[in-house]
């Protein structure tokens, strides 16, 4: 475990450099990137889907990104790509399309909306910690600066 969790600092690192991320704020988001693949490799050992555990995690990256960008007074999208980037299906969606190309339909199908659910799970998680940060702001507070 402690081996994975390293290489997913080490990708998220590499993932908000390419992203352009500030050097001295790139390893918060690796940080964040390794807690996340933490939560999202252990809830399925307490029988835990890995829809639903793709949806805490991306909670997870998206409220702990949103409280330490008012802390560090930068973007939320400074932290939140990097920390999902180890969510991002990647390998099913390579899976289901070889599946389907291999004309094995039933498997690419069900490996295709497991896929796609996991994805949806990720904006949930996202939008659900978005809304929590917008309780009590107002749409024209939100949006416009000059009020």
Do not use: D
Not at 65 to 76: E, G, M
Request: include cysteine.
């Amino acid at each position: 475990m402690w081996l994975e969790l390293m290489f997913c600092f080490v990708a998220t690192v590499a993932f908000g450099i390419i992203f352009n991320i500030p050097l001295r704020l790139v390893w918060w988001g690796g940080l964040i990137g390794m807690v996340i693949w933490l939560i999202y490799s252990s809830l399925p050992m307490y029988g835990l889907s890995q829809v639903y555990s793709a949806a805490v995690a991306a909670f997870v990256a998206a409220f702990t990104s949103h409280w330490l960008a008012r802390f560090k007074k930068v973007p939320v999208t400074t932290f939140t790509i990097p920390g999902i980037i180890p969510l991002v299906p990647g390998g099913r969606a390579y899976s289901s399309m070889l599946a389907i190309v291999e004309e094995n339909y039933s498997n690419g199908l069900a490996l295709g909306i497991e896929t796609l659910l996991q994805a949806g799970a990720i904006a949930g998680g996202l939008v659900f910690a978005l809304s929590i940060f917008s309780i009590g702001k107002g749409v024209g507070q939100r949006y416009e600066t000059n009020r």
